[in-house]
């Protein structure tokens, strides 16, 4: 198995400009997770999904970021406008429901700049 | 209150040391926690899981639950070079939160 895929790996944006982060899950994991890593926060949990269907959306610092997953296989993460602060290492993470430990296997990442 | 915390600054340990490493968290509730390894630049790992009050071995690794006091903790036997890296404490209550983590150095 190829593990869960990130794209880009780097991104430098200007402030203002649209991004989208994408995240293919591992095949057959049916939760998707996407956390967000600082050095000042940490790595935070921003929204997850069950089934692609969005759970708990409650850590999208605001309306500026979005996130789709519209099949098993795909889900993008959308910052319009990005910010500044917005600069951090995204994560995408998978997992299978059932699984009694809820193990996350992470992404390699998506460095985020945004000058 | 944070819902996961690890205050302990960078630890450094001889090479052949036990490392101890401690997390509390807030809810009551949590049923299981985690143990991940971060390298610098890469991304977070599983070392380990536990569900129940009590000790879990796994090879050098053994992590420890407390459920009464809400602490768990890892430690980290026979330390090596490799084990250089920063370590994250995590609660599973249907989503799974971090904290900080502690960056642990194992001196040559």
């Known amino acids: 198995d190829a593990g869960v895929i990130q794209s880009p790996r780097h991104e430098v944006t200007e402030m203002g400009q649209e991004v989208t982060l994408r995240c293919k899950p591992i095949s057959g994991h049916n939760s998707l997770f996407w956390y967000r890593q600082t050095m000042m926060r940490g790595l935070e949990l921003l929204i997850y999904?069950?089934?692609?269907?969005?759970?708990?959306d409650s850590g999208m610092p605001e309306d500026r970021f979005s996130a789709k997953m519209p099949n098993a296989s795909f889900s993008t993460l959308k910052i319009q406008p990005s910010e500044p602060r917005d600069s951090a290492v995204y994560f995408c993470?998978?997992?299978?429901?059932?699984?009694?430990?809820?193990?996350?296997?992470f992404g390699a990442g998506s460095r985020l700049t945004v000058l | 209150q944070k819902e996961v915390e690890q205050n302990s600054g960078p630890l450094s340990v001889p090479e052949g040391a036990i490392a101890s490493l401690n997390c509390t968290y807030s809810d009551r509730g949590s049923q299981s926690f985690f143990w991940y390894r971060q390298y610098s630049g890469k991304s977070p790992e599983l070392i380990m899981f536990i569900y129940s009050n009590g000790d879990k071995e796994d090879g050098r690794f053994t992590a420890q639950l407390n459920k009464a006091s809400q602490y768990v903790s890892l430690l980290i036997r026979d330390s090596q070079p490799s084990d250089s890296a920063t370590y994250l404490c995590a609660v599973n209550d249907n989503r799974l939160a971090f904290g900080k983590g502690n960056q642990v150095v194992v001196i040559p």
């Open positions: 993470a998978s997992s299978s429901l059932g699984s009694g430990a809820n193990v996350l296997t």
């Open positions: 999904f069950n089934n692609n269907v969005p759970i708990d």
